[in-house]
Every structure is written in C-alpha cells, then in structure tokens.
C-alpha cells in the first residue's frame, strides 16, 4: 500500500467506526477537504510556516472527542513524534482558534468550553501498513493485504 492506498483505506475505517470526517490535507491532492492547520505558537508571522498539518481530522460527536491522524505506508516514529508536538497546550489552544474560525462548533456540533480544545478532547493516531505496536500516547490503524486490505486498531479503546 502506497500513501494514498492507506490515506482511502483509514478514511473508509474512520467512517466505520462513527466518526465524522472534517478535514486534513490528502496526499496528491486525494480529497477536497479543508485543510486544517495546527499552528507553531513560537512564529507569530501569518501564514502556515512551522504549522502541521495532518492528514485526516475526525470528529466523535457523542464522545465530543477529535481524532488527528497521520497516514504512511509503514510505521513512521516520526510521525508519533510530530502528532505528540502538535498535542502541546499552546497549540492545542491554536488550533481550538482555527477550528472556531472555521465554524466546525456549529457545522459538527463540537462543543468547546473558553478555555478550547483540552488535551483529553484529542486522540492521535497513525495510520499504516504493518503490525500494531506498543505505544500508550497514540492510538493506531495497522493494515494488512493489498487488494482488499483488512486492518486491526485501538483507535475504538481511546474513543471509550
């Protein structure tokens, strides 16, 4: 599986699992998503430099939980590292701007206090053919096949 094979594959799982789609930026150009940009608090200049921008953002609205997924064709540490920067209080606090910004309270029923997205509200999660591992901070989605891939998760243990 390429990364556009495994970005449709978890879309496809994310769904199942009864999360709401509501952006990310697709590899080639897949979707037409809105990107959604978690900003560095440390570069104050407009613009999106040193922002991350995941792949998918799914939204649980009965759990009030968001989902920030980042997708590659194998298991990616620096992936898991990128998703744990991008979970930091002052980016959280940057992101929950974004997101209001956007309208997605009104537009997904997202319930955010004064205070924005608190970091129990996220879930991280990768997303990529092979073998689960042991990690506690982020959840993931192992794929397995080609053709039709099957995938196993713990993506539904961090929903609750």
Known sequence: MNETEVYIATKTVLKQIGLKLIGGQPPNGTDSFPVIEI??????????????????????????????????????????EKLLLASDTKRLGLFSQELRQRGFEKKHGLLLDSAGIRREQIILCVSFKGQLRTISEVSQIAFSGDSTPSFKTNLEEALG
């Open 39 to 80: 900003p560095d608090p440390s570069i104050l200049t407009k613009g999106s430099k040193g922002s991350f921008k995941p792949d998918l953002v799914a939204f649980c609205p009965t759990r009030q939980k968001i989902v920030i997924v980042e997708c590659k064709p194998e298991f990616s540490l620096n992936d898991v």
